[in-house]
Structures are given as C-alpha cells and as structure tokens.
C-alpha cells in the first residue's frame, strides 16, 4: 500500500491530465447551455453567441413552474418511474429464474439448449420488424398501456439478461445445491434460499442496464401507447414539443427537467451503474 | 428418484411460462411481420395477398434505396469514429493521471441521457449556436451536412460507453506485458500497435459489433433533429419504418422492408464477428 502510494506520488500525466480535462468541455457545454437557456427569459435571448450562452439576469424558477404544468411533469415523471422499477423487478425475477433452468439443464438437455439459443437470438431481432405487428397484438389484447409496455420490455431485455444470469451461474457450484437436497430442500426453495442470493452481482448489472436502457426509451411507448394520452418522460417531451413553440426557454427548462432524475440517480450510484454497465458488455 | 422428479418438474415450470411468454411477444409478431410482407395492408380495412409484390418494390424504390444508402453511411461513418476517439480516450483515462476517477466519472454522463433529449439540445446548438459562430447556415438544413450533425450526435453519446469497454479491456493487460516490451525497446505507437491493440482486440470485437448495430438501428437522434429532413436526406430505416408503416398507409410494404432490414442485420453481425475473431486468432 505505502509502495503505492510512492509509485503514484511519483509522476502524474499532467499533459494528458490537462488535455483531459479541457476535453471536458465537449461533455459540459451542452448541459452547461440547457441550464442556462431554461433560466432565461424569452426577451434575453440575443442572436450572437454572448447573447445566448451568458447569464440570465435573474435565476427565477418561472420556466420550470410553467415546465411541468404545460408537460405534466409529476404524472410523467411517476408513470417513468413505475415502468422502470417494475420493469427491473419483473426481469430480475424473470430472466434469473430463466437462466437458471437453462444453466444447470444444458448440458445434458437438448430442450433447455435449443431454450437458450432461441431466447438469446432474440437479441437480433429489431424493434422495428415487431413494431408494427404489436402494436395490433397489443390492442386487440388490449393492453395498449402502461401494462403491455412492460411485459415488452421483460420480453425485449429477456436475451441479453438471461445470457448474462445462464454465464454467471456456470461459475456457481452446483454442490450447493445438492447439499440443500440432501437436507430435504425442494429445488424452488434453494434457488430463492441459495442461489437467488448468491447473484446480487449479476442482479445489479441487469438492473442497471434494464433501467438505462426502459428510462430513456421513446419507441416502445410512443408506439404502444400513442393516443392514450400517457406519457413517459421522453414521450413527453416529444408529444409537447409543438405546446413549446418558439419558445426555448421553456422548452429547455422542461428539457433539464427530463435529464434531471437520472444525473442525480448517476451522483448517488455512480459507482454501480459503471460497474453494472462494464459486467454487462464485458461478460 | 423422487428428488430428480420434483427438480424435473420445477425446471420444467419455470421454463415453460417464460418461452410461452416470449414466443407470443417476440417470435409471434415476427411472423405475422413476416406474413403482413406479403400483404397490401394499409394498417386498417381490408387487404389482399400480393405475393412477392412488397419485396420487388422494395428494390426499385428510390426513397428506401436512399434510407439504406444514409443509414450505413451513417453507421459506417459513426462506427469508425466512434471507435477511434474511444480508444484514445480509453488510453488517455487509463494512463498515469490526476482525478482519474472523476474524470472517468464526468466523460460517462452522456451514455446515461435519453438520446431524444440530447438530440433536443444539440439541435438547439445546431441551428443557433454554430451559425451564430460560423455565420454559416445550420448543418441541419443542409441535405449534404444534414447526416454528419446525426453522426456527431451517435458519436457524443456513444463514445462514453464504448471508452468505459475499452478502459476494462486495457486494465486486462499485466502490467510486466509493458515492462517487458519497454526492454525491447517498444514504446509510443509500436507498443500500442504490436502490444496493446492486439491483447485487446476482444474489446474491439464487442466494440465494433455493438455499435454498428446500434447505430443502424438509429431512431431517436431522427426524430429529434431532422424527422428525416432535409428533403428525405437523413431517413433511417427504421425512421422509414414507423413513419410510412404507422402513418402512411404502408404496413404491408414496410413490413416487407422490415424483414429485409432484420436479415441485413444478422448478416452484419455474423459477418464482422466472424472477420474479426479470424483476426483474434491470427495474433
């Protein structure tokens, strides 16, 4: 640790250091431009650049009160946060469940292999061939709503996570299990008891990535929901942007709005999204 | 025996509901795709069976011949550069520098916004910002620039992703692998080219394949900057797709051109991992 702590000491890249940190700008102007362009008023906006990128004369709230009446932010916000978090539930339970059956079946099963290649060549498939022929499944089953979004996204995240669970098992010994067996435990109650548990790693890469990836979603919820009147945050966003006008001010507060939850989500779990996303592309 | 019978049987309950579940989601409206492309189907009434029709037509159309030629313009173009930036941006996070952790923190934050939003903001700087600068007329208005502010865009929020891949890629590489290249004096481009890269290259591999398909799947950035404008110039398949398939009174033709577009990419995505673990095996 000491030996470290000299070697780090030693000599930093300041060159790459500084390079890095100018690059920054790339990242922070556009959101640098979205906080100021949603505190300004309609009047302060100029058409040079100093004009448009300077600060408002006064930070007043006005924008985002008119924001989130004219969008229904609250509503928006709930609905997005319902799909997320059932969405996540739903799959870890799901997919885990799946590539359990499917981990400890392969090998000797031609049932549960031909399962696995079926269900992980779903990844191939692209939303726009199922579009069309959903959006008539789903309404004649009518759950054209918030519902049948959700069983899509179980069904659409379905691929990619149970290849991750089916990978992750291989390196869980089987002995457990069979040690629970021999004490008389059914095969449901050891996988919640003991293998359910012993996948939390695994359960927080697919919630992360489930939850990026159905959070930011605008396809499966403005074609399976369009005319319902339900928004998501994104859909949101779309559906009002002709209510905005010529008016970016207001637009702009209602954008940082959107990307709000999600930049404080990412403060507070920085670390285990960025984790969860490297164990899901890597693996 | 009575212990392997009731682990049959659990297996058999978990997996049977969810490939129920996933057939009638994923594999069902894949085929009734697959039939509405031998169809007239406006998308409501009545319609007849025009045979290979849809598919013909497909091929003398000019407006899907130019979605095609934009949407792997688009991708080739994004694929690359995207992949080139990450590396160096990969190697420049992952070198002896200060505030690694939050510099490698701070170059994430794109990934984790809702492309449609980002498209929103970069619109914005598209049709005020750099004009105000340039004194140049917007790049969005342009049909010969109109696709590049849509790669600039892909490559904004995609370059975080693929840099954090090829950062855990970097870190897979010993350390005395570099050590012992310094002793035969490789260093600066020669170690990356004959040391780094091809120790690598399953990164690049996951890289390559990840984005390629992502970015021929391109929506959101669509419909955020230019709904396919300039004059049709920047219509992606799959904007193609939902526009003249949901709105236009195309369904059966669309999803004729939908069945098209999945085969190309699954023969994309053969095609690159097989070019490149052919590569992988050689070094």
Redesign the interface.
Known sequence: MANQNIL?KE????P??I???L??F???F??Y??VI?AFKQPSEMT???IG??SFPKSWSFDNFREAMRVTDFWRSLFNSFLITAITMIFSII?HS??G???A??MNRSKF?RF?YF??VS?M??????????????TAQLHIDNMFGVI??Y???Y?PMNVLLYAGYLKNIPIALEEAA?VDGA???TTYWKIIFPLMWPMHATVAVLTA?GT??D??TPL?IMSGSGVNT??LA??NF?TQFGTN?NL??AS?LL??LP??IF?LIA?KQ??NG??NG??K | MKSQNERKRTFLLIAIPILLLFFAFNTVPLIRGFIYSFTNFRGYGSFDWVGLRNYVDLFTDTRVGNSYWFTFKLALVATILINILSLIMALALNSKIRFKSFLRGMYFIPNILGALVVGYIFSYIFTYILPAITHAASMLASRTWAWLAIVIVCAWQSIAMNTLIYISGLQTVPEDVYEAAALDGATGWNRFRYITFPLIMPFFTINMVLCMKNNLMVFDQIMALTKGGPAQSTESISYLIYNNGMNGGQFGFQSANAVIFFIVIVVISILQLRFLNKKEEQL
């Open positions: 780090v000599k930093f890249n300041w790459v250091t390079l890095l940190l690059g920054l790339t990242v922070l556009p959101l431009m979205t362009i058409n040079d650049v448009l990128l799901i469940l799946m359990y059956a499917v400890r079946n549960y399962s079926y269900i779903g191939f498939v692209p939303f726009a061939i199922l579009m069309m022929p959903l959006v008539k499944q069983i899509l179980v069904v659409f379905m067996h059914s095969t449901w990026l959070w930011n605008v396809m074609v945050l994104p966003q779309l942007q970016y637009a702009f954008y959107a990307l999600m930049l990412y920085q999204i960025i996303v490297i592309a890597v």
